[in-house]
């Protein structure tokens, strides 16, 4: 009764991993790492880099404010970069400053040809935040 009580939880495990229910053909990205680097990453500047990251740091330390500047300054060296449209759209929308997030996030969008999920994500709540609410009935 064990033996089968054990092989069965191992056939369920199995059968619920990832590589069997999801399996990934040989022209899908693997799961990306820590070492990891995309193409558009290699082409920032250094410059553009650094603002990106001071504007991270300070929105994820609860300053959006104070991140727009540095999104901003990095956008204006590399404005073809879709992670600095969509953090400068987060900072926007963290202050208030909806429709020009949303701007921001569709930025973001278009550079990937609607390849960033969570660009799109966010566009999707930017523009719920943005429509008038129904009377109710």
Known sequence: MNAVRCFSLL?????????????????SPGPRNSSTISVQELATSAKAERNFQKGTALLSKGDPQGSVPY????IEIDPNSYRFHHNLALALYRTGHFDESAEEFQRSIDLTSGGFAPSLFAQ??????????RPQS
């Not at 056939?11 to 022209?27: D, G, K, N, T, Y």
């Not at 999104?71 to 990095?74: G, H, I, N, Y």
């Not at 999707?124 to 609410?133: A, D, F, I, M, Y």
């Open 11 to 27: 056939l369920l495990a199995l059968l619920l991993s990832r590589s069997v229910c999801f399996p990934q053909s040989p022209s």
């Open 71 to 74: 999104f901003r300054q990095a």
């Open 124 to 133: 999707c709540q930017t523009g719920r935040r943005l429509r008038p609410s």
